[in-house]
Structure formats: structure tokens, C-alpha cells
């Protein structure tokens, strides 16, 4: 981690059933009786492992209902952003209403992708409206889809945040056509890489040396000024990945997959940009609050 005093998680889940049930049938989801796994757990474990601002990504279990998220950051005080999910046909005025209320952007899942639907007239006009509202677009696809995915992020000039390190198949390696592609997209545009999902991605246990080439190589690519990192609490089910895997995952920790970032970068200065200098340029947070300084009641 960072010696500095302030450090963004850019990727963490908002579940809430106790206040907000779940209306998909499928995505990860917890108990009602799992209070560590809801918000005030995560308010409790970012200020016990120094972490000061967060970006929300909005489970897929909550399907469009982004209020589980919306209501972590009207008690944030600045210390929170979020993706939210929103229909393609969402209209200007959805958009105008999240970003009042410190949403940042959307998050696309594509791993079951389609590639007619995010070629098709209604995912580019989605696009154009996210660009005119100047939100990013983070997209969760596997690396083999991504040569058919940057030609529509291009047309429609999006500010672009690739998830989980591409979500690689390891056993492909580092001249995978699709890893390659992405590579190139870092080289020559100003997409953001996530440094995020080691957990799920590797073999092995912390700290995932078998992915670390990737995060070197994307690291050499996009630059360290164009890199961010997320934890990807409260972790569920570890066992999803890309790959499916011969042996049970050990359970996730937070310090320890915190720690996996001074692995893969073992620059400080890279990590202080990683873990604030990007998040603050990039989804405007201020050094005005911190959240393990606030008094929250849920």
C-alpha cells in the first residue's frame, strides 16, 4: 500500500438487502444477517486498513436499483463515488440525477458478450449519452473480447475503465490476441486500467505471482498515471473467475489483497498515483474528509 495519507479502493460492492432486496435473479448477493458484508462493514474495514475515499460498483444482483449505492455516498461526505447500472435506454435526465448525487459513471458488464448488441445503433447512442454527460465507462469483459469491443469505445470517445486487469485467461499467456489488444488500446488512448480481481483470476495465493505479468505489462502500457486499484470487498464467491480452477480458493482478506498492490508495484511513487493521485484526478475526490474520520449511523 501507500505511506500516504489518503488512498482510494476503486472497486467495492454496496449490498444492502436489509434495506434494498435484490430484484435480479442472478449476481452475487449476501444474507440479510451479514452485517460485515453491508455498509456499515465497509465503512468499519476501509478506516481500520487506512483506506480514506472509495468507488462503488454496483452489484448485479441490484440489476438497475442503484439506491443501495446512492444512499453510502449521501453519508460519505465526499468520500464515496460510485458506477452505477443503467438501461441503454436510459434518458439524459437519469443521468443528469446520478451525477447530482456523486455518481461517476456506469459499469458494463460483458462477460457473456454479445458482440451484435454492443455493435447495435441503441449501444452506441448509450455511449454518445454517456460522453455528453462526461461519465466513464468501465467495462468487465474477458480479454478475447475486447478486439471487438474497442472499436465502439472509440467511435463513441467514452472515458474507459478496463476491469480486473482484463480479465485474462492465464493458461493464453501474454500474446493472447485479446490481451494484446488491450495492451495497444492503453499505448494509444487515455483508457484506465484496474489493477483488481487477483483473487479470482489466479492459481495461486496471494500475491498472485502468475498475473503479475500482466499487471506488468498493462502497468507498461497505460503508464502509472492511468492505473487505479480496488479490493473487490466484500468478496464474493472467489471461486468465479475466468478460468474455472482446480483447487478451492483460500478465503479472501483484505490487508492481504490491500498488500498484493506493493507486489505487483513496487514503486512507491507509482502506487501513491495508483492509490490517490488517479482517483482524485480521475473521479474527483477531495482530501476534505476521510472516511474512518466519520460518525455514521445506518
Not at 465526499?78 to 441503454?88: F, M, Q, S
Not at 463513441?156 to 495497444?184: C, D, N, R, T
Amino acid at each position: 500500500m501507500s505511506s500516504s495519507e489518503f488512498a482510494a479502493d476503486c472497486h467495492l460492492h454496496s449490498h444492502w438487502p436489509q434495506r434494498y432486496p435484490y430484484l435480479h435473479p442472478t449476481g452475487s448477493r449476501i444474507d440479510e444477517s451479514n452485517l460485515a458484508a453491508s455498509p456499515p462493514g465497509l465503512f468499519a474495514t476501509l478506516g481500520k486498513n487506512g483506506i480514506t475515499h472509495c468507488l462503488l460498483i454496483q452489484p448485479g444482483a441490484y440489476a438497475f436499483d442503484n439506491r443501495a449505492m446512492l444512499d453510502v455516498i449521501a453519508a460519505a461526505k465526499g468520500t464515496v463515488k460510485a458506477l452505477a447500472a443503467l438501461p441503454l435506454d436510459a434518458p439524459d435526465e437519469d443521468f443528469v440525477d446520478l451525477k447530482s448525487r456523486g455518481v461517476v459513471g456506469v459499469r458494463l458488464s460483458l462477460i457473456t458478450f454479445d458482440p451484435h448488441l454492443f455493435e447495435s445503433d441503441k449501444m452506441g447512442a448509450f455511449l454518445r449519452r454517456c460522453h455528453k454527460h462526461d461519465f466513464w465507462v468501465e467495462v468487465f469483459a474477458a480479454a478475447g473480447a475486447w478486439p471487438a469491443i474497442i472499436p465502439q469505445l472509440l467511435r463513441s470517445e467514452v472515458k474507459v475503465i478496463a476491469e480486473h486487469v482484463g480479465w485474462p485467461m492465464l493458461a493464453e499467456g501474454l500474446g493472447a490476441p485479446g490481451f494484446q489488444a488491450l495492451l495497444q488500446f492503453g499505448r494509444t488512448t487515455n483508457a484506465v486500467i484496474k489493477l483488481s480481481g487477483g483473487f479470482r483470476i489466479s492459481w495461486k495465493r496471494q500475491p498472485y505471482e502468475d498475473v503479475k505479468p500482466f499487471a506488468t505489462e498493462l502497468l507498461g502500457a497505460f503508464g502509472a498515471e492511468r492505473c487505479i486499484w480496488g479490493s473487490d470487498w466484500p468478496f464474493l464467491n472467489p471461486d468465479v473467475g475466468p478460468a474455472k480452477r482446480p483447487t478451492k480458493i483460500a478465503p479472501v482478506e483484505y490487508r492481504q489483497e490491500a498488500d498484493v498492490l506493493s507486489s505487483w508495484v513496487p514503486s512507491k511513487e507509482a502506487r501513491q498515483q495508483i492509490l490517490w493521485d488517479n482517483p482524485s484526478r480521475f473521479f474527483g475526490f477531495t482530501k476534505s474528509a476521510k472516511l474512518g474520520e466519520l460518525s455514521i449511523n445506518f
